[in-house]
């Protein structure tokens, strides 16, 4: 079986051992059964009636003040996913993109470009994609930019944590507590409604003068501050992948049209997003092991993405594959919603840099860092260019 330690450092040598000989096995440092195949995995994710998000005892509930968006079911999850998916379609994410995000990256890119050298997980990626989808929500980007990334990052610690250190929850939960920058703006917005995210949040499909409750609302945006910083993360790991293929790098800065597909392949090859939490309602028979009932599982989105049953040569990077899905974002009645979203930022992020430091390269000795694996981050990302 493998260690926390194992998965945290590089998990994918241990899911495909475990595709091959083990796809369902128990991890007693995490208390959870980890599954691993394609199929089994799909199966955790769309099967909602064996299968379930409602997790009592997870920490996101304690950290967020109430139950997220991801952990709801029923007319809970209905409701509240209804109020706001319409802002993250499309069309919408496009037109967002276009009109404040590029901006915000652009501004962010011409700052960094006279250094010549900066950390762009830490100094772009994360920054950029924290104000945009910021002004999205409705918040002050110059204030709750901030608070966002900073919330962004404490829960990947609560979410790779497993009570290793007990504390930690406490601690976080305590620091999320301290919302002044998401309160006031949810209080005025109660009384004078926009067309933002948080503001369809509250008012959406109710009835006039009757906006949903605080524990409907304050613990979905702070558990969206990891969707706030996603974009950043997936925008890092593509650069990350195309620096380890020089050649596809050199094809998308003669074609940026090939942009796209990069994104798309390093969300199926190293996407941020590696496992997805369920709960088994019943007592359930998975990959050959019988699971009891309110076990805890650990869907391996980022394993059944290297899946050799479904994909070839699946540990290779490579925008040119011919098959074009993954489980980057879940699937079923819990698919991500701000998906287009996140990809489109990620996409818009990498078009900006490329166009201000074309020669955009790792700086001299650098060492790739990734690391994590329910939430897998890539690490500082030191980088040189001209000026």
């Given at each position: 079986?493998?260690?926390?330690?194992?998965?945290?450092?590089d998990?994918?040598?241990?899911?495909?051992?475990?595709?091959?000989?083990?796809?369902?096995?128990?991890?007693?440092?995490?208390?959870?059964?980890?599954?691993?195949?394609?199929?089994?995995?799909?199966?955790?994710?769309?099967?909602?009636?064996?299968?379930?998000?409602?997790?009592?005892?997870?920490?996101?509930?304690?950290?967020c003040?109430?139950?997220?968006?991801?952990?709801?079911?029923?007319?809970?999850?209905r409701?509240?996913?209804?109020?706001?998916?319409?802002?993250?379609?499309?069309?919408?994410?496009?037109?967002?993109?276009?009109?404040?995000?590029?901006?915000?990256?652009?501004?962010?890119?011409?700052?960094?470009?006279?250094?010549?050298?900066?950390?762009?997980?830490?100094?772009?990626?994360?920054?950029?994609?924290?104000?945009?989808?910021?002004?999205?929500?409705?918040?002050?980007?110059?204030?709750g930019?901030?608070?966002?990334?900073?919330?962004?990052?404490?829960?990947?610690?609560?979410?790779?944590?497993?009570?290793?250190?007990?504390?930690?929850?406490?601690?976080?939960?305590?620091?999320?507590?301290?919302?002044?920058?998401?309160?006031?703006?949810?209080?005025?917005?109660r009384?004078?409604?926009?067309?933002?995210?948080?503001?369809?949040?509250?008012?959406?499909?109710?009835?006039?003068?009757?906006?949903?409750?605080?524990?409907?609302?304050?613990?979905?945006?702070?558990?969206?501050?990891?969707?706030?910083?996603?974009?950043?993360?997936?925008?890092?790991?593509?650069?990350?992948?195309?620096?380890?293929?020089?050649?596809?790098?050199?094809?998308?800065?003669?074609?940026?049209?090939?942009?796209?597909?990069?994104?798309?392949?390093?969300?199926?090859?190293?996407?941020?997003?590696?496992?997805?939490?369920?709960?088994?309602?019943?007592?359930?028979?998975?990959?050959?092991r019988q699971?009891?009932?309110?076990?805890?599982?650990?869907?391996?989105?980022?394993?059944?993405?290297?899946?050799?049953?479904?994909?070839?040569?699946?540990?290779?990077?490579?925008?040119?594959?011919?098959?074009?899905?993954?489980?980057?974002?879940?699937?079923?009645?819990?698919?991500?919603?701000?998906?287009?979203?996140?990809?489109?930022l990620?996409?818009?992020?990498?078009?900006?840099?490329?166009?201000?430091?074309?020669?955009?390269?790792?700086?001299?000795?650098?060492?790739?860092?990734?690391?994590?694996?329910?939430?897998?981050?890539?690490?500082?990302?030191?980088?040189?260019?001209?000026?």
């Amino acid at each position: 079986m493998p260690t926390l330690s194992e998965l945290e450092a590089d998990p994918y040598p241990a899911y495909a051992r475990l595709r091959a000989d083990e796809p369902v096995t128990w991890v007693p440092e995490a208390r959870q059964w980890l599954v691993t195949g394609w199929q089994d995995v799909h199966t955790v994710l769309t099967d909602v009636e064996r299968f379930t998000t409602d997790q009592p005892g997870s920490p996101m509930i304690g950290v967020c003040g109430g139950t997220p968006l991801l952990m709801r079911e029923g007319e809970p999850h209905r409701d509240v996913r209804e109020a706001v998916h319409h802002d993250f379609a499309p069309h919408r994410a496009d037109d967002f993109v276009d009109t404040i995000a590029r901006p915000i990256a652009e501004k962010a890119a011409d700052q960094l470009a006279p250094s010549a050298h900066a950390d762009l997980a830490a100094h772009y990626f994360e920054p950029v994609a924290a104000t945009a989808v910021t002004t999205l929500l409705g918040l002050d980007p110059d204030e709750g930019a901030d608070t966002l990334r900073h919330w962004g990052n404490l829960l990947t610690d609560v979410a790779n944590n497993f009570g290793r250190d007990p504390a930690l929850d406490g601690t976080v939960a305590a620091e999320l507590a301290q919302d002044t920058a998401v309160t006031a703006v949810v209080e005025r917005l109660r009384a004078e409604p926009d067309g933002s995210v948080i503001s369809h949040l509250l008012h959406a499909n109710r009835p006039r003068g009757l906006p949903r409750p605080d524990p409907d609302v304050l613990p979905v945006l702070k558990h969206l501050a990891l969707s706030a910083i996603e974009p950043g993360w997936l925008a890092g790991w593509t650069l990350a992948a195309l620096w380890s293929t020089p050649g596809h790098l050199t094809e998308v800065r003669a074609d940026r049209a090939l942009l796209g597909a990069a994104v798309h392949e390093a969300l199926r090859w190293s996407g941020p997003v590696g496992v997805l939490g369920r709960r088994t309602t019943r007592a359930v028979t998975l990959g050959g092991r019988q699971l009891p009932a309110n076990s805890v599982i650990a869907a391996a989105i980022a394993s059944a993405n290297r899946d050799e049953a479904v994909f070839t040569d699946p540990d290779r990077f490579n925008p040119h594959r011919d098959l074009r899905t993954h489980l980057g974002f879940g699937t079923g009645p819990h698919r991500c919603p701000a998906a287009p979203l996140v990809t489109a930022l990620a996409h818009t992020a990498l078009d900006v840099l490329l166009d201000r430091m074309p020669d955009v390269r790792p700086a001299p000795g650098r060492q790739a860092a990734p690391h994590g694996w329910k939430l897998r981050l890539p690490g500082p990302l030191d980088a040189v260019w001209e000026v």
